[in-house]
């Protein structure tokens, strides 16, 4: 979305100097551990690989709208290890996902009793690095129960888990989240708490959890707070993240992120840690990660060729050029 | 059944026993077992899932006699480059021991619930699966897919299309294949499967590709030159204008393989690619 200087509504004109401008990101790549490339289009795709992403983790989530019946989620499921895996790597970028029932449709509790019936086909899956997103919305106690059995499932399926926090209520429902996770027996190491701010994260790591930002304009955190956070609590077991979906949000969120602390005096190896290596350590505890994959994304399959053409490596997709009216 | 799953598993047990290890073939060997006993699916979905993280994804070393040998007992069944996942999946699959109402849900939920890679491998099983008569519209459905390892696994090397599709699924994976740029050399059966409705839906598809300044592949006169007559012969004379070498090629090649005597005469216009024709250093696969 192009954002008009002379806007009255546009709270931070663009200040010179901040144009996007990724040069500096040269020979970086970047893992964004968050992203809903379902509601994303191949212009995103392209532009993000563009951008150095080279992997992506997309967590299992509400689509907008509740689901009426099991097969929709089975198919949902299905196509984040199937359609979606591949339309990534015509792009070169790896995809990987996280299989769970997010805690908005946990209060359908007849619908989610189904669900909990099908999990377990999908989360051994290749390429499944965990469950998530789960975790509270509302607080509820059907959210609550379902919460709870998914941790178990995860605990039995030696997977990390992608834990939501809730918009609402904040602080305390993370607090809760970690307390569950705990008490189920979940080790600290194998649970990313997402969406922090500045009110949580303190507490999210001193009690040895992975801390996930998500940088998304308006709503969660911008990247000037993130480069406040690394600032003061340095890179250990941070992760960040754009969570972009169907909403105003920003598929280059991790990419900028880098780019701006760059800017503002971070080191390479810090950048590299939170927009990349992190998020491997974390979510790599599921045995599904392999890094070598990800240059090639031949990983999938070593004979893979992709749709209508050849081609083995990323961002070779075919162009269109949009600066000509001109479609061919 | 059961004697061609034992068969087959006792066929791919040196395969797998070499790439991996001993630990590994005794949990794969051990899921056998239980799928074979197991009158429900929750052994056979899992393990089948788990394959990967136990085995890797390793391309399969094997040797040329342990080919000829699966080639000869399953009627032409190519394993050859396959990755070992996807040997060991198959060892599975093969130890599936069920009557045919059972035996066709247990496979048909592995299709349903299947990843990329699973689903490729699933389609590349199709010639080997019991009952084979169960797999027409599984196999048509795979032919609509977008995923090109999905289609490649049901386009090469694979029996099962030449030998069970109707005429209308056939000709879909052809032109399918032609859509998609697929190596049509590796589908086994496409000059013997040549038909009338076919050549016709691929001469039209060459007029559109014309039409729109797109490069047709010459490949796709391989299967209209049994069915050239009065009407599309003046395609076959607009390729012999064609700057191309390749295209004058297809030309000689389809007018010498056609029964229409005004096609036959054609060859006479390029008489050193006839040459090439006759002595067979020319063909459709070389081309």
């Known amino acids: ?328 | 059944m059961e004697d061609k799953g034992k068969l087959l598993r006792s066929l791919l047990v040196p395969i797998i026993k070499r790439q991996v290890p001993t630990v590994t073939f005794n949990w794969l060997e051990e899921k056998s077992k239980l799928i074979n006993e197991e009158s429900g699916t929750s052994v056979l979905n899992a393990s089948f899932s788990a394959v990967p993280r136990k085995a890797g994804r390793a391309i399969t070393d094997i040797s040329q006699s342990e080919i000829d040998q699966i080639v000869e007992q399953f009627n032409g069944f190519m394993i050859e480059g396959w990755a070992i996942d996807r040997v060991c999946r198959l060892y599975l699959v093969a130890s599936i021991n069920s009557d045919e109402n059972i035996y066709s849900e247990k496979v048909e939920g592995l299709f349903r619930d299947a990843e990329m890679n699973e689903l490729s491998a699933l389609y590349s099983f199709l010639p080997v699966l019991h009952y084979p008569e169960s797999w027409i519209l599984r196999t048509a459905e795979g032919i609509r897919s977008n995923i090109g390892t999905v289609l490649e696994a049901i386009m090469y090397q694979n029996s099962y299309p030449f030998q069970y599709l109707p005429e209308p699924s056939w000709n879909q994976l052809v032109l399918k294949a032609f859509f998609t740029d697929k190596d049509v050399n590796r589908i086994v059966g496409l000059d013997e499967r040549a038909n009338k409705p076919l050549a016709s839906v691929l001469v039209d598809y060459a007029h559109e590709r014309q039409a729109a300044h797109r490069t047709v592949n010459p490949q796709l006169w391989r299967l209209v030159c049994k069915f050239i007559d009065e009407k599309n012969i003046s395609d076959i004379e607009k390729l012999f204008e064609d700057a191309h070498i390749t295209e004058r090629r297809a030309a000689v090649l389809a007018c010498y393989h056609s029964n229409y005597e005004p096609a036959r005469r054609l060859v006479e216009k390029e008489p050193a690619i006839l040459e090439d024709v006759k002595s067979n250093k020319l063909n459709w696969s070389s081309l």
Not at chain 1, 135 to 160: C, F, I, N, S, V
Not at chain 1, 244 to 264: E, F, H, N, R
Request: some cysteine; charged content about 25%; aromatic content about 8%.
């Open chain 1, 1 to 328: 979305m192009c954002c008009c200087p002379t806007n009255p509504d546009n709270e931070h004109p663009q200040e010179p100097g901040l144009l996007v401008d990724l040069a500096g990101n040269a020979n970086m790549r970047f893992f964004d551990p968050h992203i809903h490339m379902t509601s994303r289009t191949t212009d995103d795709y392209q532009a993000m690989a563009d951008a150095g992403i080279v992997a992506i983790i997309e967590p299992a989530f509400w689509l907008g709208q509740a689901r009426t019946g099991i097969d929709s989620f089975r198919d949902y499921y299905s196509s984040l290890i199937g359609w979606e895996r591949f339309r990534s790597s015509q792009f070169g970028i790896k995809h990987y996902c996280t299989i769970g029932l997010n805690s908005r449709e946990a209060n359908n509790e007849k619908l989610a009793e189904q669900v909990m019936e099908i999990l377990p086909s999908f989360v051994y899956k290749e390429g499944v690095v965990g469950i998530g997103e789960i975790g509270y919305d509302d607080q509820t106690a059907a959210e609550d129960k379902y919460y709870r059995l998914q941790l178990d499932l995860a605990k039995e399926a030696e997977l990390p888990v992608q834990v939501h926090t809730p918009h609402r209520d904040k602080k305390q429902g993370t607090q809760r989240s970690m307390d569950i996770a705990l008490e189920h027996g979940l080790e600290p190491h194998m649970v990313i708490i997402d969406h922090n701010n500045e009110e949580t994260v303190k507490d999210v790591l001193d009690r040895g959890f992975w801390a996930a930002f998500t940088i998304y304009p308006f709503t969660k955190m911008g990247n000037e707070r993130m480069v406040e956070i690394i600032k003061q609590y340095g890179t250990e077991r941070i992760i960040i993240n754009s969570a972009a979906d169907w909403g105003i949000s920003d598929p280059l969120a991790v990419p900028k992120t880098a780019a701006l602390m760059k800017v503002q005096g971070i080191s390479k190896e810090d950048i590299e840690l939170v927009t990349y290596r992190n998020a491997i350590t974390a979510f790599g505890q599921s045995g599904q990660i392999q890094e070598e994959d990800f240059s090639s994304v031949s990983g999938i399959d070593q004979s893979q060729k992709f749709e209508g053409n050849t081609i083995l490596r990323g961002g070779q997709q075919p162009r269109i050029d949009k600066s000509s009216i001109i479609i061919r």
